[in-house]
């Protein structure tokens, strides 16, 4: 069993940056892919960024790249998403979800096992 806890989010204007954590326990010395989505209002939840296990691997949304960044801590067992030049699209609940025993596609929710509750990010124009 893993727990997720997503912190971060608020209310930025565009153009800002925003870093946003997702805190793992319940697995301590585990190691697994771990990816952020977010989900707008009306909207389906979409990928946003990937992160492989051992970190050396990261995959971005086409729509997020060259401003968004994903990194592990193992030391504090999380992972970050930094957010650089948002801009109002941006706007959405993000949520942290990690891939335990699911091998599927990362780009695809239904292949993760666990999320967190998600924090909300509201880019102001």
């Known amino acids: 069993q893993v727990q997720l806890v997503e912190s971060g989010g608020g209310l930025v204007q565009a153009g800002g940056s925003l870093r946003l954590s997702c805190a793992a326990s319940?697995?301590?010395?585990?190691?697994?892919?771990v990816g952020w989505f977010r989900q707008a209002p009306g909207k389906e939840r979409e990928f946003v960024a990937r992160?492989?296990?051992?970190?050396?691997?990261?995959t971005y949304a086409d729509s997020v790249k060259g401003r968004f960044t994903i990194s592990r801590d193992y030391a504090k067992s999380t992972v970050h998403l930094q957010m650089n030049s948002l801009k109002p699209e941006d706007t959405a609940v993000y949520y942290c979800?990690?891939?335990?025993?699911?091998?599927?596609?990362?780009?695809?929710?239904?292949?993760?096992?666990?999320w967190g509750q998600g924090t909300q990010v509201t880019v102001a124009s």
């Open positions: 979800a990690a891939q335990l025993y699911n091998t599927g596609s990362f780009y695809f929710q239904n292949n993760y096992d666990y």
């Open positions: 992160i492989s296990w051992n970190g050396d691997s990261t």
């Open positions: 319940g697995r301590p010395g585990s190691y697994y892919p």
